[in-house]
């Protein structure tokens, strides 16, 4: 896929590895549509950085949980850019639930945002893509479902589903569109772990370090313009926690 002009909505765009996910786009000529939940401050900055690349960017908030917050993100690109040809599954919710504190909301609302919000995207971007012939899909999993953490039940439940998701929809929606999966290790920790535990995870790494949004970003764009002939694939990108 030519990236130039493209239209490319990212979920959870506005900060973090999502934001670094959008601005590679956009210095490969993307227009994008920055979708925010609640960082509506962030999603206007990163609108404005990468206006300043030359392309065209839209922050649009929506809650990817709800087929209407996803119809607003479709709708959104159609009416900017004519339509979508790239969608990243980025956002996610990262609660720490221990056994003894869970309820049954935690279960609903990882799934709904992990699992339902990506299953939604693949579905509606995924049926307007194959009605125009083409497009791409991208979901973020975690290299970590294979070897869960403790104290993330419900995320780690929501999350495994993402590699079905991705075969599932890579089959209904061939041969136009392809639907990959990007397995991220350690890349940036939560805001509440201590140094401590940060070091911790690095030395638990083969690669001995943390990974950077640019190894998420750059395998993003190995998927969207590197390669027309991968698709239900799910690439961990973990320094090598998969095989540690
Ligand atoms: N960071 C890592 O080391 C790591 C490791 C493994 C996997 N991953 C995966 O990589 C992706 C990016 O990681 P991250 O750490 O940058 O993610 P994050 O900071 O936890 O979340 C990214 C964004 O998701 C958005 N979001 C949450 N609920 C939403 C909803 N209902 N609707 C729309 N947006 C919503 C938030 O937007 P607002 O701020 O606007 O509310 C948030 O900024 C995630 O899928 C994550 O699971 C990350």
Same mark, same amino acid.
């Given at each position: 896929m030519d990236l130039q002009g493209a239209a490319v909505? #990212?979920?959870?765009?506005?900060?973090?590895?999502?934001?670094? #996910?959008?601005?590679?786009?956009?210095?490969?000529?993307?227009?994008?549509?920055?979708?925010?939940?609640?960082?509506?401050?962030?999603?206007?900055a990163a609108v404005d950085e990468f206006s300043a690349l030359g392309v065209q960017a839209l922050? #649009?908030?929506?809650?990817?949980?709800t087929k209407a917050g996803v119809e607003t993100l479709r709708d959104a690109a159609l009416d900017a850019f004519g339509g979508v040809d790239a969608l990243v599954?980025?956002?996610?919710?990262?609660?720490?639930?221990?056994?003894?504190?869970l309820t049954e909301a935690d279960f609903d609302r990882n799934v709904a945002v992990n699992l339902k919000g990506p299953y939604l995207g693949c579905w509606l971007l995924g049926m307007h893509m194959r009605g125009r012939g083409r497009g791409k899909i991208v979901n973020i999993a975690d290299w970590a479902v294979n070897r869960?953490?403790?104290?993330y039940a419900p995320y780690f439940v929501a999350k495994g589903g993402i590699v079905a998701l991705t075969r599932v929809f890579a089959?209904?929606?061939?041969?136009?569109?392809?639907?990959?999966?990007i397995a991220p290790?350690?890349?940036l920790m939560p805001d509440d772990f201590s140094e401590a535990t940060v070091q911790a995870v690095a030395r638990a790494t083969p690669l001995q370090r943390i990974g950077d949004p640019d190894?998420?970003?750059?395998?993003?764009?190995?998927?969207?313009?590197?390669?027309?002939?991968?698709t239900g694939a799910v690439i961990p990108v973990d320094g090598g926690r998969t095989v540690s």
């Open positions: 909505v #990212v979920t959870g765009g506005a900060r973090r590895v999502g934001r670094r #996910v959008a601005r590679r786009l956009a210095e490969r000529g993307a227009n994008l549509v920055v979708n925010y939940r609640t960082s509506a401050a962030d999603a206007r922050a #649009v908030q929506a809650d990817v949980s599954n980025n956002a996610s919710i990262y609660p720490r639930t221990p056994l003894d504190e869960p953490y403790v104290d089959k209904e929606l061939a041969p136009n569109v392809t639907v990959n999966a290790g350690p890349i190894d998420i970003a750059n395998t993003v764009l190995y998927l969207l313009e590197g390669t027309d002939f991968v």
